[in-house]
């Protein structure tokens, strides 16, 4: 991107609640939490709230798909730079973690732990490998959109040789 030039990017997506049990909302128990979830071209995501606010567990929740935003986009920001410094990794991932504190007003996210594992060529520079961390963390749109702190824990693993 040149400096100084400012980009825009939209993205669509389409929620439709599917909770409906005929009566809609009279009552807070008397309906379902579940919605579809739709980026046109995409598969459909079946949502719900989490089980813990009378959600569907079998169905993807906010708080899961922001954990999964996060966890990705740092994935996609690590790969690239690693591909622009000569580090090749030959597998990588992520047990993400977040952490959401709730009240009696409502709640939010307090703190999202990264844990990837990735896995580089024995050619590359493992030190290297570790200090990208930093840089994809900057580098990654949704940490630089959110307001609690996203810490990584990264593990390099040097292939066999």
């Not at 906010?62 to 000569?86: F, G, N, Q, R």
């Not at 996210?109 to 490998?129: W, Y």
């Amino acid at each position: 991107m040149t400096e100084g030039i400012l980009h825009q990017h939209r993205y669509r997506v389409d929620v439709d609640w599917t909770g409906n049990r005929g009566t809609g909302t009279q009552s807070y128990r008397g309906y379902e939490r579940s919605h579809d979830i739709r980026v046109p071209g995409k598969p459909v995501l079946a949502g719900s709230s989490d089980a813990a606010f009378r959600g569907d567990a079998s169905r993807h929740n906010p708080e899961d798909l922001l954990v999964a935003a996060l966890s990705s986009c740092h994935m996609l920001s690590y790969l690239h730079l690693a591909a622009t410094s000569k580090v090749v990794v030959t597998a990588y991932s992520d047990i993400a973690e977040g952490m959401m504190e709730t009240d009696a007003g409502g709640g939010r996210f307090v703190e999202v732990v990264l844990r990837p594992t990735v896995t580089i060529s024995t050619t590359s520079d493992a030190a290297k490998a570790e200090a990208l961390h930093a840089e994809a963390h900057h580098a990654c749109f949704i940490a630089n959109s959110v307001n609690f702190p996203v810490h990584c824990e990264p593990r390099i693993v040097v292939e066999p040789a």
